[in-house]
């Protein structure tokens, strides 16, 4: 039997009012630091994420210690250390130096997309924003080994950086690429892109802004889909398209790759085509060579 240990911190009420977890003797319950329950919790909406290792090695902690200082955001932190004070608002001309369009990538993952779209775009800003240290020491590396000076990395949870971070309309175009789809039914409440995300989203994006997503899950896409519809701050960009047979969810259907077997065509469409900014990442590539479908959404802040 585990026990918890007499050191361990005890969890601060939730800031949403909630009460902090007791005991059956009414003490407060001490939770690890970095567990489920330190992330997850507290919060008023479950995390998308799960905390993997935290450790660096070789490498990547050289890179950590020579270049976070000058590209990673420094965060005041909340009630987690991937957590942003509600107070915080980030400065981006400050941060690069100029007034450029930002482009902010969620769950940058390690950091393979948002390199290279910096790399080729060099009159646009990028924040990466991600909680997986590892793969921020990663796109640290990236930066570094292709001398640009047009991204930053935030380790944060998602929802915060766009809930208060950012300030209100001023990033021209948001990216979540592959985000994790959390399939399992009981899981899904922890999907990222949900009603309750495209507000945020919508807060950050500049009129006219857009919303780029991808996923190689179908039922997820149908999710993204939806949100995107039922939002009243965007527009499908490619509303009606890809319909039928050209549909990847039809696609999805007929060959059962991820879910029930059908030949039920999808005769809403609203795919976009492939956005050739997005480069072929390692975790696409495995979903390829496992015969998966590939979708991708565009919406536009009305
Ligand atoms: C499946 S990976 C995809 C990575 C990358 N976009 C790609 O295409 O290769 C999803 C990433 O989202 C990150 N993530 C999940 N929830 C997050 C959140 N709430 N805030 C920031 N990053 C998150 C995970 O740590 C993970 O690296």
Known sequence: MSETPASAPVPPASPDG?????????????????????????RTQPVSFVRRGT??????????????ATLAVDVPRHIADTSVHPEYVFNAAAEFGRTAPLVVEIGSGLGEAVVHAATENPGKDFLAVEVYTPGLAQTIQKIVAAEIGNVRVVQANAPEVLGTMLPAGTVSE?????????????????????????????????????????????????????????????????????????????????????????????????????????????????????????????????
Do not use: C
């Open 55 to 68: 450790r660096l090695q070789g490498r990547r902690q050289k890179a950590w210690d020579d270049h976070a």
């Open 18 to 42: 909630r009460k902090a977890p007791r005991s059956q003797d009414g003490t407060p319950r001490p939770v690890t630091p970095g567990s489920q329950a330190a992330e997850g919790t507290y």
């Open 174 to 302: 948001v990216w979540v690429f592959f985000p994790d789809p959390w399939h399992k039914t009981k899981h899904n409440k922890r999907r990222m892109v949900k009603d309750s995300f495209a507000p945020l989203v919508s807060r950050v994006l500049a009129p006219g802004g857009l919303w780029r997503l991808a996923t190689d899950w179908s039922a997820y896409a149908e999710q993204m889909r939806e949100v995107g519809a039922s939002s009243p701050d965007f527009d499908n960009v490619h509303d009606g398209e890809r319909a039928g047979a050209a549909s990847p969810l039809t696609q999805a259907r007929l060959t059962g790759v991820d879910r029930e077997q059908s030949d039920e065509p999808d005769t809403d469409g609203g795919w976009a085509p492939r956005f050739d900014g997005r480069i072929l990442t390692s975790f696409e590539n495995k979903a390829h060579k496992a015969g998966r479908v590939i979708f991708d959404l565009t919406f536009r802040r009305k």
